[in-house]
């Protein structure tokens, strides 16, 4: 079974902290994206990377950035969170082209105050 | 651009009623379409696909058919138990090309003893 493991299940930050979401996939999958998901709001995407030091922004990049040093691994950075940035962050993995489904992470709930 | 539509909750059903969560969609070319359910406090997990038109996908009681002529992907389950309760997502990849999904908002299923 694929496995998407995520480094914190809950996290509380301070207003201005550097904050690392890290989330780790066990398939060799190419495909990595971080999503949030808000009430009302459904999934959005943040980043995606579909190699190793490549990334492409999605529908809500500002205040976010991603780094793929590995291919098992796949960071999201908070430069300096706000709290407009409290939300369920979730990352998740797909193979190559034509392996269209998604692997989730059980999601990091962020609480920035 | 490529669309999902489903319809809002959320759903109150008894133990054993039955169940149809209606989803729609606008797509280029042939997309594959999934279903995916997030239990509470955790990610989304894959809980059934269809990759062409009239294909069935099943998955612990759950059944979709893909609906070209209707564009539609419904979710259908004979007899609900309190365990499913959860939220359920449908969402598609399009087949020309992008491996990105498109996801609808989501439907909240609340299951009564």
């Known amino acids: 079974d694929v496995k998407v493991t995520q480094s914190s299940r809950y996290l509380v930050k301070r207003t201005g902290e550097k904050v690392f979401l890290e989330c780790v996939q066990d398939?060799?999958?190419?495909?990595m994206f971080w999503y949030r998901q808000d009430p009302g709001l459904g999934l959005r995407l943040i980043y995606f990377?579909?190699?190793?030091?490549?990334?492409e922004k999605g529908d809500i990049p500002e205040g976010y950035s991603v780094s793929r040093e590995k291919k098992e691994r796949f960071s999201l950075i908070l430069e300096s969170a706000s709290t407009n940035q409290t939300s369920m962050y979730l990352c998740?993995?797909?193979?190559?082209?034509?392996?269209?489904?998604?692997?989730f992470g059980p999601g990091t709930r962020l609480t920035v105050t | 651009g490529n669309s999902v539509t489903q319809m809002e909750g959320p759903v109150t059903l008894s133990e054993e009623a039955f169940l149809t969560i209606n989803c729609t969609y606008t797509?280029?070319?042939?997309?594959?379409l999934f279903w995916y359910v997030q239990y509470p406090g955790e990610g989304l997990q894959l809980l059934l696909k269809?990759?062409?038109?009239?294909d069935k996908g099943s998955n612990k009681g759950f059944e979709a058919t893909y609906r070209k002529e209707t564009t539609s992907f419904h979710l259908e389950k004979g007899s609900v138990q309190v365990s499913d309760s959860a939220v359920y997502f449908c969402?598609?990849?399009?087949?020309?090309?992008?491996?990105?999904?498109?996801f609808g908002r989501g439907t909240s299923l609340i299951v009564h003893p």
């Open positions: 398939m060799d999958h190419e495909n």
């Open positions: 969402a598609l990849s399009s087949s020309g090309g992008s491996y990105i999904p498109t």
């Open positions: 797509a280029t070319g042939y997309p594959s």
């Open positions: 990377s579909y190699d190793v030091k490549m990334k």
């Open positions: 269809a990759t062409k038109a009239d």
């Open positions: 998740a993995s797909s193979g190559g082209r034509g392996s269209y489904e998604q692997y």
